[in-house]
């Protein structure tokens, strides 16, 4: 039994830390393509979407991921700061128009509470 609650206690803080650790908001601000982003509308070609780079203003805060929604497609959860082949094979689907969302940045140091909605041209 009292090995039982011992692990149920690990458990717990290990999860406690996971959760305090992924809330951790970062101070940076987000730069797309080299400018600066927050909660902003772009309206980029395909061309240019596919070559659209997360970044931040910060030397120490790198992005690690983000999350990308084309509609029509399930979210894709997109590793590093530029697309992956999941998200480039979304983008084919997009239509002009379409507006795509990009939200959940994750850097190392943190969660940056912004998002970018890219309307396709």
């Given at each position: 039994?009292?090995?039982l609650?011992?692990?149920?206690?690990l458990?717990l803080?290990?999860?406690t830390?996971?959760?305090?650790i992924?809330?951790?908001?970062?101070?940076?601000?987000?730069?797309?393509?080299?400018?600066?982003?927050?909660?902003?509308?772009?309206?980029?070609?395909?061309e240019?979407?596919?070559k659209?780079?997360?970044?931040t203003?910060?030397?120490?805060?790198?992005?690690?991921?983000?999350?990308?929604?084309?509609?029509?497609?399930?979210?894709?959860?997109?590793?590093?700061h530029?697309?992956?082949?999941r998200?480039?094979s979304a983008?084919?689907?997009?239509?002009?128009g379409?507006?795509?969302?990009?939200?959940?940045?994750?850097t190392?140091?943190?969660?940056?509470k912004?998002s970018?909605r890219?309307?396709?041209?």
């Amino acid at each position: 039994m009292k090995t039982l609650l011992f692990s149920l206690f690990l458990c717990l803080t290990f999860f406690t830390t996971q959760a305090q650790i992924n809330s951790k908001t970062s101070d940076a601000t987000l730069l797309v393509n080299g400018n600066e982003c927050n909660k902003c509308s772009l309206e980029l070609t395909r061309e240019g979407l596919k070559k659209m780079t997360l970044a931040t203003n910060s030397e120490s805060v790198k992005i690690v991921s983000f999350k990308l929604k084309v509609p029509g497609c399930p979210t894709i959860h997109v590793y590093g700061h530029k697309f992956n082949h999941r998200g480039l094979s979304a983008l084919k689907k997009a239509s002009i128009g379409s507006r795509i969302a990009i939200f959940g940045i994750d850097t190392n140091k943190g969660v940056i509470k912004t998002s970018v909605r890219v309307t396709l041209k």
